[in-house]
C-alpha cells in the first residue's frame, strides 16, 4: 500500500503543470493551459541574442532608465506608478500600469528579466517564476516569465500568446539574464457592428529568435477560457502585468505605424 502511494506520489510530482478540464481552443485539440501540449524545443543556445536597439528616430520612449511616471499610470485608479526605478529598470510593485498613450499597430522594443533571488529560490516555478506579460491594447497579452530552468503548460510559457498558443522556441535566457522581444503587432479591425474585420497578429523575435510568425489573436487573453473579440478603439495602451512578482523592465520603446 504505502508503495503505491509512494508510486503516486511520484507521478503526479512529475505531472506538468496545467489543466485538462478547460474548454477546448477553437482549431485546436489542446484544452487551454492543457498540460498535455507538448513543450516547444529549445532554441540553440549560441543563436540567442538579446538585442538592445536604441530608441530610432519618431519612436516613443516609453522607459528611459529613470522615470517610470512619465509615460506610465497605474490601472484601477491607483495614483501614480508604484512601479521601482532601480540602476535603470523599472521593476513590477503592486499594481499593473499602463502607457498614457494609446497605439494602434505599432513595433515594440522591450528588455526584461526574471526577479531578483528567484534564481535561488526553488519554490519559484511554472506560472510563479517572474511572470509578467505584455498586453496589447490592455486586452491581448504576450507572456513575460521565466521559462529558463522550469516549465508550466505551453500555452503560457515564455512569448506565448497567453491560453492560446506556445512559441516556436523556448528562447529563454538563463534566470537575471536580460531578455529581449521585438515585435510587430497589428491590432484588430472592427467594423461598425462589432464583427471582426481582421483578428489581431503578432510577430516575436525572443532574443534573436523568431518565436511568434505573424500569428493570430483568437481573441482576447483570459485565464482558463478563450473570451470572444469584443469591439473596442482603434487605438489603446499597452499594458505591463503585475503578477506579483518583481520582473524588470528596461529599454522599452514603440513606433507607431502610420
Ligand atoms: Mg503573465
Redesign the pocket.
Known amino acids: 500500500m504505502r508503495s503505491l502511494f509512494l508510486l503516486t506520489l511520484a507521478a503526479s510530482s512529475l505531472l506538468a503543470e496545467g489543466y485538462l478540464d478547460t474548454p477546448l481552443i477553437p482549431g485546436t485539440q489542446w484544452h487551454v493551459h492543457d498540460s498535455t501540449r507538448p513543450q516547444p524545443p529549445r532554441a540553440d543556445k549560441e543563436k540567442l541574442k538579446v538585442t538592445t536597439t536604441a530608441a530610432p528616430a519618431g519612436a516613443v520612449v516609453l522607459f528611459d532608465g529613470k522615470d517610470a511616471a512619465a509615460e506610465w499610470e497605474a490601472d484601477n485608479g491607483a495614483k501614480g506608478v508604484t512601479w521601482e526605478v532601480k540602476d535603470g529598470s523599472m521593476v513590477a510593485r503592486k499594481n499593473g500600469i499602463h502607457t498614457k498613450k494609446s497605439f494602434g499597430d505599432l513595433t515594440l522594443h522591450v528588455e526584461w528579466r526574471s526577479a531578483e533571488g528567484y534564481d535561488k529560490n526553488e519554490k519559484k516555478k511554472g506560472q510563479g517564476n517572474s511572470?509578467?506579460?505584455i498586453f496589447f491594447m490592455r486586452t491581448y497579452?504576450l507572456?513575460?516569465?521565466d521559462c529558463s530552468k522550469t516549465e508550466t503548460y505551453a500555452d503560457?510559457m515564455t512569448a506565448a500568446i497567453?491560453g492560446q498558443l506556445p512559441p516556436l522556441f523556448n528562447a529563454c535566457n538563463p534566470s537575471r539574464e536580460w531578455n529581449s522581444y521585438d515585435v510587430e503587432w497589428t491590432a484588430p479591425r472592427f467594423d461598425q457592428d462589432g464583427k471582426v474585420l481582421s483578428k489581431a497578429r503578432i510577430t516575436v523575435v525572443m532574443n534573436g529568435v523568431k518565436v511568434q510568425d505573424n500569428v493570430e489573436y483568437i481573441g482576447p487573453s483570459s485565464h482558463k477560457v478563450n473570451p470572444p473579440y469584443k469591439k473596442h478603439a482603434d487605438k489603446l495602451p499597452i499594458g505591463l502585468?503585475f503578477?506579483g512578482d518583481p520582473v524588470e523592465f528596461r529599454n522599452m520603446w514603440v513606433l507607431e505605424k502610420k
Do not use: T
Request: glycine residues 18%.
Open positions: 511572470n509578467s506579460g497579452e507572456q513575460v516569465l503560457g497567453y502585468q503578477h
